[in-house]
């Protein structure tokens, strides 16, 4: 069996392709490109809610909150591990992103306003990702699906402990629910953008949905998120900001209205609010950890001397 | 949501770019985590670090945030040998020989649970 039809056979067997393994080199870099940019997400994404860290209403919301914070080092974390079984290493990763030439997804170049925004982002963008990556946990590439596994269970927490704070801010009194309805109102359609273009003007799904890197298409994920968030926003008496949001009893599923695709791809080219500032702040902390990282190298040089001698 | 990469209109996707091999300042460290005692370490992941020191700190803080580990160990990566998969199969002759199985021997009924 030559590597080519072993490949095709894993892939086809619904086994798990390692990094060992021949791949096609077309598979190797696509999947780099996927995980570098979920890593770099997931590390920016630390931003708009470390903004909120020094301004939680309570010590326990906050203690929430970096908790939370920290696991999206820790996603970054994993996904990096994942990238480098690939061949890459992470600096390399990293400067690219640095130098703007890897991207990140798009909702996070939008800004943080109010408390209410700390849960919607975990409603709605935890949300949205829990979607796409409980489809990752079956691709079939396997430190790719491993790291899903392990961070589908940590999202959890993040969606839910969202959830919780605007459930709180809808029993509140009625300042604070109108914070909660403003904050969906200005997150609702940038989290539909989370999941990317149309399939007809998706110019990966075909090839990534063969290789079964990606196992459902940006629409029926996106149906599916709508499918599941409306009941919520029912729940807390909040309304979707979509006139032309309606169930549809044929199809059994929501039907809702257009993206505004200007406002996505602008976003996606780095014309978003908050994309100078996220790219600028990441370089930043990078910048000022170097001494860090240059006094652990020559501890770990000055210990290794002295071993030796 | 998506973590593909968006392509704008008129935009190209360089897929080369940032996937050619090179090598990296800190060393890899694979990480094998104890879930609890009485199991076996099991690999989960890699990291970087100076040293075996910040390896370990680094390990319990990346992959152990809720108590999944009762133990850690790190192990650099480059002293990790292995096999390559190609080659594999001409050293697993298990398939062979059957009668290592215990399922391969009919024992009848009447003498019960065997």
């Known amino acids: ?309 | 949501m998506t973590y593909e990469v968006p392509v704008a209109p008129g935009e190209s996707a360089n897929i080369d770019e940032g996937t050619e091999l090179s090598a990296e300042p800190w060393p890899m460290w694979e990480v094998f985590v104890r879930a609890q005692r009485g199991l076996s370490h099991v690999h989960i992941g890699s990291l970087h670090a100076a040293d075996a020191e910040s390896a370990l700190q680094n390990a319990r803080d990346v992959y152990t945030r809720r108590g999944e580990g009762a133990s850690l160990w790190v192990v650099r990566s480059s002293e990790i040998h292995a096999f390559d998969p190609e080659d594999i199969s001409e050293y697993v002759e298990a398939n062979e020989k059957v009668y290592r199985l215990a399922t391969t021997y009919d024992i009848p009924d009447e003498v019960g649970q065997m």
């Open chain 1, 1 to 309: 069996m030559s590597p080519e039809d072993r490949f095709d056979a894993v892939v086809a067997a619904e086994d798990k392709v390692e990094p060992a393994d021949w791949m096609p080199e077309q598979y190797r870099k696509t999947l780099i490109r996927q995980i570098a940019q979920h890593a770099h997400s997931e590390v920016i994404g630390m931003q708009p809610e470390g903004n909120w860290i020094a301004r939680a209403p309570t010590l326990h919301r906050k203690a929430i909150l970096m908790a939370k914070v920290q696991d999206e080092a820790g996603h970054g974390l994993y996904l990096y591990s994942a990238a480098e079984t690939l061949g890459v290493d992470r600096d390399q990763l990293q400067e690219l992103l640095h130098q703007g030439k890897h991207k990140y997804s798009s909702i996070f170049n939008y800004p943080t306003l109010s408390w209410a925004d700390i849960g919607t982002i975990g409603w709605l963008v935890d949300g949205a990702a829990i979607t796409n990556q409980v489809m990752l946990t079956r691709c079939s590439f396997g430190p790719y699906a491993r790291a899903m596994v392990r961070i589908c269970k940590e999202e959890s927490f993040h969606q839910r402990q969202g959830y919780e704070i605007l459930i709180r801010l809808c029993q509140g009194p009625a300042e604070q629910k109108a914070m909660a309805q403003d904050a969906l109102d200005r997150w609702w359609w940038p989290s539909l953008m989370m999941f990317g273009p149309h399939d007809t003007d998706s110019t990966h799904t075909e090839q990534s949905m063969q290789w079964k890197i990606k196992r459902v298409s940006n629409d029926d994920l996106r149906q599916q998120f709508v499918d599941m968030t409306v009941p919520q926003a029912d729940y807390l008496g909040l309304t979707i900001p979509d006139p032309d949001l309606r169930w549809n009893e044929e199809r059994g599923h929501h039907d809702f209205g257009e993206i505004d695709w200007d406002e996505f791809w602008a976003v996606v080219k780095g014309n978003g609010p908050m994309n100078r500032d996220r790219i600028e702040h990441k370089v930043k902390a990078w910048e000022e950890g170097a001494w860090v990282r240059e006094a652990a190298t020559a501890h770990a040089a000055k210990k290794a001397g002295r071993t030796a001698a």
